[in-house]
């Protein structure tokens, strides 16, 4: 069938093509902007993954072509796409919508990427209905590019969001209508989605940048005083009778800040090489992602802390424990943070610490870095500062402890802390933390984020200030995007005002709350109050004495929905215990992480539908290389039941993934050798309507369904799956078993970097790196498409408007091909037939097993990964704990399958039973 569609499709691009050789093309002149449209046939050459990365442009002799949206077409696209066959049959004509200026003629030249060049003469519209209707065309085409773009992006919507809210201010169009994901961040700021705000997700930029447009953000002056902060109820935990052992450290710590303790300087060395190893960002050991911020390195520099050989020789008979604490982590901003050290021998340490100091300073002279001693709460400290805050460094020391911080308000915490009473760890509930997680158990990683953190957090000058740095980054990103813009068409050296007169920028620019404004420095855009993007002014050293009305009646809806939602944040612990399995490279890292004490309530339908942690599980099929599990709640009945997917260890057809469409999904889906099953039957499975309308099971227990699925009905498990052997060989081994610990949730995943899965994980990776990689060109098309930047130079105006680094997911080098009109960007790895692309995970993972309890006030995850790593270390000893009863890594059984036998008899079944 695939292939008569294909075949059918070729005739008809035949058919077609001699009808497109010669452009259609139509321009209607207006007023300030004129609109047209030209259709163009695709070359021979264009095929292929150019094409695929929409490396299209239109140029004009005289540069009067602007704004344009492109639109591939196919013969019969729609059921191309619904088939999959993109590849057989690629687009045969492209369309370009675009505004202009001007009555002469216009010489286009439209490269997909072959040049191909057109004279085309504007004319008057035969009455004004007609150019309004190209003009919403146009509109509308321009928006769906946007849309399409955005189910790619991986990175913030900076660009788009701005040309669509400029050119609809200019023109006086509408805005489009808000899809839903669009309408759930314009209501990123509301008091119940405030996690989003504290995590500066792409959701709340994007939102902020089209309220700023809009001239709907807050721009009144600060005027009124700071609001109270909320009254939050008090975490129980008493103080336990007998003495808790705990590290000195604790007690060098303010209790407002997050503490992550390495207990010696060798574990925090491990951990920031595997960071280092990592392109500075652990997400990396997942997948490959199209941006790089380099969070590690941009911390190191700031703080000066640059890792030694001798730290890595003689760290651990220097340091006696290392810990990292902040207020927060926004390194990507610009963060509270900082290195906490005890030293075994403090002239040592602070000699080395001073050193780099010193050698940064000499390094920095140009950006203006000084080194000097300031006095903080009465003693003296070390500061190395440069003016945009790319380095921010104080160095303080208090007896064995030293510390090193971007913060001056944490360096002045740290002075005049009182160790016995006020420091982390003389609160209760770090006393009873350390009851649970007990310093004999020696974790490589010990995490603790406080009450008083996460309070902090949502203190006034915390949400505030994030709305007001928020708008600080945007008014910046907005300035370089309406200077390119007015550049594009022909206006330069346009002051702020005159850019605001000309709507390229909004009528309420530069009016902030605080008065802070953009400045420029030897070229570079800054905050006047904040510094560079990316290098912020730490948000705890911002002081906030002042608002205006709508910031205060924002900071007091967030306050209500606490007080009578969410009126106790929950404290949050984890201990992660790294130690050798073998002598191939294989280490085990085990994690027991908890949220104490824990209201359930609070969770709403997170926790409503679970039931009680309990002992009983299904037990893994022999051949399954991964079971994920949960118990549920009946709906109207107080049985719970037990619902289980697995995936079975079998050779997967890769092609049925590769070519994407509507019908390789669904044959992707009736590939999988995986299945679904729920104990005791009837479970949510059979309330399905499609399934549990259909006929009664056979003899045998076994129902076919549409589409290929199957069910059987075995031993009280009702179990689906779209293949009938696999129901046949797995359901008679389902079973339920004892766990040792009682949970809500279990997941196991084997070794899958050399199973019969692997091609198939390797091959979803490599078709999401391969989005990701056209993605970003597509990017870099459209920078130098709407704004006018030269092609050459659209990969550095993109990483300098968003603060970040592009980089192919397929681990290959962005370069540009071709000259002239044809000059376009391409990654090296596209091109590369003999390429070899392993998943990032696949190079490391080796196993896991996990399970989520939630009951008895706390939430508990415990986990073991198995990784691989190239060189790992000589020595690692066992843990005094281990969560499943195994030291040796998480291999999937591989039994082969028994031979295929006549169908067996099942027994009579027990539906319901207990076990």
Not at 384 to 405: C, E, K, M
Not at 514 to 523: K, R
Not at 751 to 774: C, E, R
């Amino acid at each position: 069938m695939r292939i008569w569609i294909a075949l059918f499709g070729i005739m008809a691009m035949t058919l077609v093509s001699a009808s497109v050789q010669a452009a259609e093309a139509v321009a209607i002149s207006g007023q300030p902007f004129g609109v047209g449209q030209i259709t163009v046939s695709f070359q021979k050459a264009d095929f292929g993954d150019p094409v695929d990365s929409s490396g299209f442009s239109i140029h004009e002799a005289d540069n009067r072509i602007f704004y344009p949206a492109f639109e591939k077409q196919r013969v019969l696209g729609f059921l191309q796409a619904l088939a999959g066959i993109d590849a057989v049959t690629p687009p045969q004509r492209l369309t370009v919508y675009f505004l202009f200026t001007g009555n002469e003629p216009l010489n286009i030249t439209v490269s997909t990427p072959t040049p191909q060049t057109f004279r085309v003469t504007p004319t008057p519209p035969p009455h004004e209905s007609m150019l309004t209707a190209m003009e919403l065309l146009w509109w509308r085409k321009y928006h769906e590019a946007v849309r399409d773009q955005k189910e790619s992006a991986n990175y913030p919507m900076v660009m788009e969001t701005y040309l669509t809210a400029m050119l609809s201010r200019r023109l006086g169009l509408p805005m489009p209508p808000l899809s839903k994901s669009d309408m759930e961040n314009q209501d990123a700021f509301s008091p119940d989605q405030s996690v989003f705000v504290l995590m500066n997700s792409d959701k709340v930029r994007a939102a902020e940048m089209r309220s700023v447009m809009m001239d709907e953000s807050i721009t009144a002056p600060a005027d009124l005083p700071t609001p109270r902060p909320i009254n939050w109820t008090d975490i129980i935990a008493p103080r336990p009778v007998n003495a808790v052992p705990i590290e000195p450290l604790a007690k060098a710590v303010p209790p407002d800040c997050f503490y992550v303790r390495f207990g010696k300087l060798s574990n925090y060395l491990w951990l920031n090489k595997l960071i280092d190893e990592n392109g500075g960002d652990l997400g990396m050991m997942i997948a490959s992602r199209g941006v790089k911020i380099g969070l590690n390195e941009v911390v190191q520099k700031q703080l000066a802390l640059k890792q030694s050989e001798l730290s890595e020789l003689f760290g651990d008979t220097v340091v006696a424990d290392v810990a990292l604490i902040g207020r927060d982590a926004y390194t990507r901003e610009g963060a509270a943070i900082g290195m906490l050290f005890q030293a075994k021998a403090n002239d040592l340490l602070a000699n080395d610490i001073n050193t780099n100091r010193k050698e940064a300073l000499r390094l920095n002279k140009k950006l203006g870095a000084k080194l000097e001693t300031i006095k903080v709460a009465g003693q003296e400290i070390s500061a190395l500062t440069t003016p945009d805050n790319t380095i921010r460094s104080f160095y303080a020391q208090r007896g064995d402890f030293h510390l090193v911080t971007s913060s001056r308000t944490i360096a002045e915490q740290f002075i005049t802390l009182n160790a016995e009473t006020e420091s982390l760890g003389a609160t209760a509930e770090f006393l009873q933390a350390r009851m649970l997680l007990p310093l004999k158990r020696e974790d490589t990683i010990f995490c603790y984020m406080s009450s008083q953190f996460f309070q902090g957090l949502y203190s006034p000058q915390y949400r505030v200030e994030l709305r007001r740095r928020l708008r600080a980054t945007t008014e910046i990103e907005l300035l370089k995007l309406a200077r390119a813009a007015a550049m594009n068409e022909g206006l330069v050296n346009f002051t702020d005002e005159e850019l605001i007169a000309n709507g390229y920028l909004p009528t309420s620019f530069g009016r902030r709350p605080d008065g802070s404004h953009v400045v420029e420095f030897d070229g570079q855009l800054r905050d006047s109050l904040r510094g560079a993007p990316g290098n912020f002014l730490p948000i705890a050293d911002v002081p906030v004495t002042s608002v205006n009305l709508e910031e205060a009646r924002d900071f007091e809806r967030v306050r209500e929905f606490h007080v009578s939602h969410w009126s106790q944040m929950d404290p949050l612990m984890a201990g992660i215990y790294r130690f050798k399995l073998d002598d191939k490279g294989t280490e085990r890292l085990t994690i027991d992480a908890r949220m104490t004490p824990f209201v359930q309530e609070k969770y709403g339908m997170l926790t409503e539908r679970l039931g009680p942690p309990i002992k009983r599980q299904i037990a893994p099929a022999p051949g399954d290389v991964a079971m994920i599990q949960f118990v549920l709640k009946g709906d109207f009945d107080n049985q719970l039941y037990h619902y289980g997917v697995g995936l079975q260890d079998v050779p997967f057809p890769i092609d049925s993934y590769a070519n994407g469409g509507l019908l390789n999904t669904l044959r992707m889906m009736q590939s999988t050798p995986g299945y679904l099953t729920a104990w005791p039957k009837p479970g949510l499975i059979d309330r399905i309507p499609v399934i549990g309308q259909m006929a009664a099971p056979d003899q045998y227990g076994y129902s076919q369904f549409p589409l290929g699925l199957w069910r059987r009905e075995y031993n009280g498990f009702s179990t689906l799956s779209f293949h009938r052997e696999i129901l046949q060989y797995v359901t008679p081994q389902l079973s339920l078993a004892e766990d040792d610990y009682p949970a809500q949730a279990r997941i196991h995943i084997g070794d899958i970097s050399d199973a019969n899965v692997t091609p198939l994980a390797n091959a979803m990776a490599q078709s999401w790196a391969k989005k990701g990689s056209l993605s970003n060109v597509r990017y870099f098309q459209q920078v130098s498409n709407q704004l006018g930047v030269p092609i050459g130079k659209a990969k550095d105006f993109a990483e300098d408007l968003l603060a970040l680094e592009f980089v192919c997911p397929l681990n290959g080098k962005y370069e540009t091909v071709g000259k002239g009109d044809a000059e376009r960007w391409q990654s090296t790895a596209w091109g590369d037939e003999k390429l070899e692309f392993e998943a990032n995970f696949m190079k490391w993972f080796r196993g896991l097993n996990a399970r989520v309890s939630m009951g008895d006030g706390q939430v508990v995850l415990n986990a073991e990964i198995d990784m691989w790593r190239e060189k790992a270390e000589p020595t690692l000893k066992l843990p005094t704990f281990n969560f499943f009863g195994s030291g040796t890594p998480a291999k999937p059984k591989t039994e082969k399958k028994p031979e295929k036998k006549g169908e067996e008899i099942p027994p009579p079944k027990t539906q319901g039973q207990e076990f």
